[in-house]
Every structure is written in C-alpha cells, then in structure tokens.
C-alpha cells in the first residue's frame, strides 16, 4: 500500500479523501487502484466505501462524510485481496487505523499489526491504562521492526500516532506529514509515489486547509461537461460558482485542432471565475479533444484539476 492518511476534526473525511485525490493528481506509481476510506460516525461506529479500482473518484462516498470529524484512508494499486477492510482497521467508539507498505501483516502472535495497535487502544496495558495511538504504534512497530509496514492511528478524541518500522525506515522513497493542534491532527505516510517537490507536505497541505475550512488552500476543479477550447492570447480556464469548467482558452496555434487525447490544460495556467484570478493549474488536464471542444473522459479522476490560490502554499 502506498499511502495512508488519518485525520481528525471539522471536515476530517474530506481531508484523507482530497489528501488521496491529490497524490492521484499530483504523483506517480501505485495510486489510483484499491481504496479504502473509514469514519466514524455521528454514534462512533465505524463506516467503510471500499473500492479494488479507480481510486477514491470510484468510492461510493455519502456527502455528509466530508464532515465526519475522525476519517482515514489507504490506497495503493488495483486489486488487492480480499476483504479490504482489513487494511484498515476500525473499532466502535475507539479509532481507526491505517497506514502504508503492509499495515494488515500478522504479527508475532498471529494478529495484524493494524488490529493490534488498535486492540491496544481499546484495552488496558501492562501499565493498567489504554495507549495512546502513538504509545499503541511505537510499541507494536518495536516488537515487529523488522515487518514491512508503517502504521497512522487516531482515536475518537483525535489524538494520533504515526511511525514506520525499522525495515521501511530504511527506504528511500518515503513522505511523512504530520501536524497536531488543540482542535485538529492529521497523519499522513507515503512510499513510491513520485512527483516534483515534496508529495508529503503538498498532501499535507492540502488536507489541513480542508481541517481548516480555508478558502485560501488548493482546490479543485471539474471538467463535468464539453466545453468549448478556443485559441486565445494566453492560457486560461474559465470555471462557475460551482467549480464547474465552462471554456477553456489556449495559446497554443495546434491544440484545437487536434482530435485525440491530449493536455488540454497546461501547468501553471490562469483559472478564473467571472473574470477573478482564483490561482494556477498545479496539473495538468489530459482530455478528449475533438471539434474545438474539450470533452470529459471515462477516469472521473481525469477530469479533475487540481488548482493552488495565490495564497496557497505551492
């Protein structure tokens, strides 16, 4: 598995799920296969969408789980084994647990490093007391360092805890994001995804700004219909209220002729509304163009463009 992510807070299900939506933007690798998001709802009962294909754009995700205030996730690849829940691991009232490389490895004892850190936050310790996530990961990662995984816990207070084996330690494709706050946490882990910069914190980023609920973070945009691609003096992506693209213009003399597949929104290209600078395309749009019109494709995923404000971190 190559990315987890566990949030907590305002809008903590939108967090891991646009945290994920971004690393398929922005990176390469094993993204955009298998998924599997988790909250806890309302009760503190543990909610699963899974998907073996497509990527979080494929996960059959309610609305209102954008708002959820405990959420994780992990993705990889496509078609991993069955059940895929047990690459994340739940308990009622409790907290979740998720992670990267393989979270769902049976340890010493026989139980997965996942279920074990988070029997470890429902049951009391040596010491009399239930862990803390990071108490609970150190201690199952310690004894297992050697395993193949890195392990992201939040409980349904929002207190988390985050690590790596020694053996993945020791890995040099690795992004790690963390950042904790009276009001929020948020824990992110990422192997073999590669993309320009730093994936970890652009991720990161992204996902605190929706714990935020700020406007000036990066956002995303949605070819949902064929719009109209006209030659123009310079690039730029015209959007509604909605963030719904409505025409796009370019500047370069071969593109709207062209009848295939192809980037139909450059890097760094102007996105406005209403004639207002939003920000800059951070991806690039990679579409059917056919008859001076740019069209949707069949990957939801494809469609999607993912833009930074003037303000936002880059």
């Known amino acids: 598995m190559t990315i987890g992510v566990a949030a907590f807070g ?9 945290a994920v939506l971004g690393a398929e933007l922005l990176g390469r690798g094993a993204i955009g296969g298998f998924a599997v998001l988790a909250v806890l709802d309302a009760a503190g009962v543990v909610q699963y969408r899974v998907t073996q ?23 990889s ?18 907290g979740l647990v998720t992670g990267h490389r393989l979270p769902n490895l049976p340890g010493h004892d026989g139980v997965a490093l996942n279920r074990a850190t988070l029997g470890r936050l429902s049951h009391s310790g040596s ?16 004894a297992h360092a050697e395993s193949d995984a890195g392990l992201v816990a939040i409980d349904i207070h929002g207190r988390l805890g985050m690590a790596n ?27 073999s995804i590669y993309a320009r910069g730093d994936l970890a914190a652009q991720l990161g980023e992204l996902a605190w700004s929706r714990l935020q609920s700020s406007a000036a973070g990066p956002s995303f945009i949605t070819l949902r219909l064929p719009v ?15 963030g719904a693209i409505v025409a796009i213009e370019t500047a370069n003399p071969a593109l709207t002729a062209l009848d295939r597949i192809g980037t139909v929104v450059y890097l760094a290209t102007e996105v406005r509304r209403d004639g207002i600078l939003l920000g800059k395309a ?22 999607i463009l993912l833009i930074h404000s003037d303000s936002s971190p880059a």
């Open 127 to 142: 010491a009399g007391a239930r862990q803390t996530p990071q108490q609970a990961v150190d201690a199952v990662l310690q």
């Open 10 to 18: 305002d809008h903590a299900g939108a967090a891991v799920y646009d």
């Open 228 to 242: 109209p691609l006209t030659q123009a003096a310079k690039d730029c992506v015209h959007v509604d209220a909605r």
């Open 53 to 75: 294909r497509g990527g979080v754009t494929a996960l059959d995700m309610p609305a209102a789980w954008r708002d959820a205030r405990v959420a994780a996730i992990i993705s």
């Open 165 to 191: 084996s020694a053996r993945v330690r020791r890995r040099d494709d690795l992004g790690e994001f963390q950042r904790v706050t009276p009001a929020a946490s948020l824990g992110l882990l990422h192997n």
């Open 282 to 303: 951070a991806t690039e749009l990679y579409v059917r163009i056919h008859a001076g019109t740019a069209w949707p494709v069949d990957n939801p995923a494809q469609n």
């Open 77 to 94: 690849g496509p078609d991993r084994p069955e059940p895929l829940t047990q690459f994340l691991a739940g308990a009622d009232g409790v």
